[in-house]
């Protein structure tokens, strides 16, 4: 169980573009999900934070007018990438916390999505 | 500012070694404690995790040894294997808050 999927594995797009990248909860309910962004060998750094039916939390430096999320569902959470560029090739990872999966505290994570803006 | 100092970027082990990560925390208010494991394009996968009323938890060949005074928390891959190989992130947490990762050790295991 906890299995938390996402969609694209991975995606190119041109500049300009906007790229919408799906992560699911697929047998429990999400109340919170996480969105992250990975470099080449460096740690995750957490974007956003979402809870079902409320408005995202940004981390300090993140630009919610680029990164748009929706938490429209306990078992969907959207991240949209609007006006790529080059800058905003990267890894991104979802996760999401909540049910009886787990631990109050533990977090689920997604497989992930490469985004490459050419 | 980091808030968790992981320890060392990389390290090689022979098979059969022990691999030993450290980190670091500052922030007194953390408690969980956990570690993941992350292969080359893939998501985090929970490895195993304390709680700082505990100073030691074992599960197979991996064991967290956690030092409350001394604000530490370190992870042993005991008999590493060359499917060991990965990156492994420690991480903290206080109640209701968020993961706040360290900086990752990347672990090579040579046959």
């Known amino acids: 169980g906890a299995v938390v999927s996402q969609h694209p594995s991975w995606v190119i797009c041109k500049s300009g573009t906007s790229v919408k990248i799906e992560c699911r909860s697929l047998?429990?309910?999400?109340?919170?999900m996480f969105w992250y962004r990975q470099f080449p060998k460096q740690s995750l750094m957490l974007m956003a934070t979402?809870?079902?039916?409320?408005?995202?939390?940004?981390e300090q430096g993140v630009e919610k007018d680029k990164f748009l999320i929706n938490h429209a569902s306990l078992t969907l959470s959207t991240l949209t990438v609007t006006s790529a560029h080059p800058e905003d090739s990267s890894f991104y990872i979802c996760s999401a916390r909540g049910g009886t999966q787990g631990s109050y505290n533990e977090q689920f994570f997604g497989p992930g999505t490469r985004l490459t803006v050419l | 500012q980091q808030q968790v100092k992981q320890s060392p970027q990389s390290l090689i082990v022979q098979k059969g070694g022990i691999s030993i990560i450290n980190c670091a925390y500052e922030?007194?208010?953390?408690?969980?404690f956990p570690w993941y494991q992350q292969f080359p394009g893939k998501g985090p996968a929970l490895l195993i995790a304390i709680r700082p009323d505990v100073s030691e938890k074992k599960e197979g060949r991996f064991t967290i040894s956690f030092n409350k005074s001394a604000k530490q928390f370190s992870l042993h891959i005991m008999d590493s294997q060359p499917g060991d190989s990965a990156t492994y992130f420690c991480a903290a947490k206080a109640a209701g808050n968020k993961l706040t990762f360290g900086g990752g050790t990347r672990v090579l295991v040579k046959p």
């Open positions: 922030n007194t208010a953390f408690d969980y």
């Open positions: 047998d429990f309910q999400a109340t919170t």
């Open positions: 979402s809870n079902e039916g409320s408005k995202a939390t940004y």
